[in-house]
Every structure is written in C-alpha cells, then in structure tokens.
C-alpha cells in the first residue's frame, strides 16, 4: 500500500486534500468546470491515480463509508451543538438545585439534632438532686 502511495501523482500544486475534496463534489455532482479539469489532470497523471480514482467513485465504495460525501448543513449543524449545549446547561442546573436541597436537609438535620440534645441536656439538668456541703 505504501509503494502505491508513493506512485500517485500530485500535478502542479494538487495536494491529497484537495483531491479529496473535489471527488467528493465530483461525487455530489458539484464541481465546477475549473474543479473538473483539476480533477481530470489528477486522474490522467498516472494509472494508479485513474485505479484509486475508480475506487473512490464505485457505489460499492461510497455505501460502505458514505461519511466523507455527505453534505454537511453548518445551520443544522450548529442549532444541534447548541442544544446539546442547552441540555448540558439545564442539567446542570438541575444537578446545583439537588444539590442545595441535600444541603438544606442536612442543615436542617443538624440543627434539629442539636435542639434535641440540648432540650434533653436541660431537662436533665432540672431533674438532679441539689447538693448542698
């Protein structure tokens, strides 16, 4: 697979991006005349660039990972991270006030704990014998 890489043939300032890029239009059906050309002076530029080129357009090829050739909607896109982080938000904040209401429950434990120690403190205290020497 290395060698086959090393005999693709990059024209003038074509890089591997690039050429991904326009055979993913080519796919689409969205490249340009000046795209196309590009492209076909790619694909004449060797046998292995024509071969990989034929691998990459086959339908057997585009179904198995079709991810690379589907047209991303940045719109949709971008509401979807930002309900993503909406939802995150109001977790959250849903987290802090469960939060707060075990605080307060155990706030309120404590200090009622405490009454009751003290209330039985006292009346212990009022219920021993006086002595006096």
């Known amino acids: 697979m ?40 790619w694909i004449t530029a060797s046998n292995t660039n024509q071969h990989l080129f034929e691998e990459l357009v086959d339908s057997r090829t585009i179904e198995q990972n079709p991810r690379p050739f589907k047209i ?17 938000e109001e977790l959250k904040a849903k987290e802090r006030a469960r939060e707060r209401k075990i605080q307060a429950v155990f706030i309120t434990s404590f200090l009622l704990f405490a009454i009751i120690i003290v209330f039985l403190f006292e009346e212990d205290k009022e219920k021993m014998p006086v002595v006096y020497t």
Do not use: C, M
């Not at 991303?72 to 995150?88: C, G, S, V, Y």
């Open 2 to 41: 290395k060698n086959e890489i090393a005999e693709i043939k990059w024209p003038g300032e074509a890089n591997p991006q690039r050429i991904a890029y326009l055979v993913s239009k080519y796919v689409r059906q969205e490249l340009t005349e000046i795209e196309h050309n590009e492209l076909d002076d």
């Open 72 to 88: 991303i909607n940045a719109e949709n896109t971008l509401k979807q991270i930002n309900e993503r982080i909406k939802f995150t």
